[in-house]
């Protein structure tokens, strides 16, 4: 009788066991509709304007942290220093949030570092408003890896394009560092930059648009000499979490996005 129990508990066991294991290896993952949920509240509208509230420079990002004080929320928008160069103190600034969902809430931002240069070309903006929804990192992606670029091309519509990352740049003795050290086949447009790039399977943020690779169309004949820059398909710069660290920790905003 002893042993009959004692068989009939371990079979007990080994069911439980495996009824577990099951549970666990069918957990459904989000869906895309889940995860576009998450994303696109981040997306963020940026627009420059003249005192008189003329429209002169508008670009895209991401919100990366929300903070409460005693003074009320603020949230945290990542985006790139180009977008800024040239305008301190001749501007104002905005961030439209929610625009996934109609006009959104347009409100004025601070800038609170910039910073265009070869080695960094990244912003950081604060914005007085409740209720935005900050992204999550993600681990480094690989070759390969599905992404979804969320952005604002030519100042318009938001807009959601999908690729792979395309290039992952590794430095060696004799492969010096560069600005962008990823490199995604997404196609994007002028007004894309600074906006997030995630990973599908996650909803991770992997990093933000810097710009893209650009070919020279000349016209001919024509006095004076005309042309035009045009984006190259497949070529969109990346700056990784790796150099958006970096850089909030030298304006001594390290702790805004978490490891």
Not at 27 to 45: G, N
Request: aromatic fraction near 4%.
């Amino acid at each position: 009788m002893r042993v009959t129990l004692t068989c009939r508990r371990a079979a007990a066991l080994l069911a439980i066991a495996l009824v577990s294991a099951g549970c666990a290896i069918t957990r459904p993952e989000p869906t895309r509709e889940d995860l576009l949920r998450k994303i696109l509240p981040s997306a963020v509208q940026i627009v420059v304007e003249q005192r008189e509230g003329r429209r002169i420079k508008s670009g895209s990002g991401v919100v990366i942290a929300s903070r409460r004080t005693a003074d009320g929320a603020s949230c945290f928008v990542l985006t790139t220093g180009h977008t800024f160069s040239g305008l301190a103190g001749k501007t104002d600034i905005f961030a439209v949030f929610d625009r996934h969902a109609g006009d959104g809430r347009k409100a004025r931002a601070l800038l609170v570092a910039s910073r265009d240069d070869n080695v960094t070309d990244l912003a950081l903006l604060r914005a007085e408003v409740d209720g935005c929804a900050p992204a999550r990192p993600a681990p480094a992606p690989a070759l390969g890896k599905p992404i979804w670029v969320v952005g604002f091309p030519l100042g318009r519509h938001i807009m959601l394009s999908s690729g792979v990352v395309s290039q992952v740049a590794i430095d060696g003795p004799n492969d010096p560092g560069v600005v962008a050290r990823l490199i995604v086949d997404a196609p994007v447009n002028y007004g894309v930059s600074g906006a997030g790039v995630f990973d599908v399977r996650t909803g991770g943020l992997i990093g933000v648009v810097e710009g893209f690779s650009t070919a020279r169309v000349m016209g001919q004949g024509l006095t004076p000499p005309w042309y035009i820059d045009v984006p190259v398909p497949g070529q969109t710069l990346v700056t990784p979490l790796t150099d958006i660290r970096r850089f909030l920790g030298e304006v001594e905003q390290g702790g805004l996005l978490p490891p």
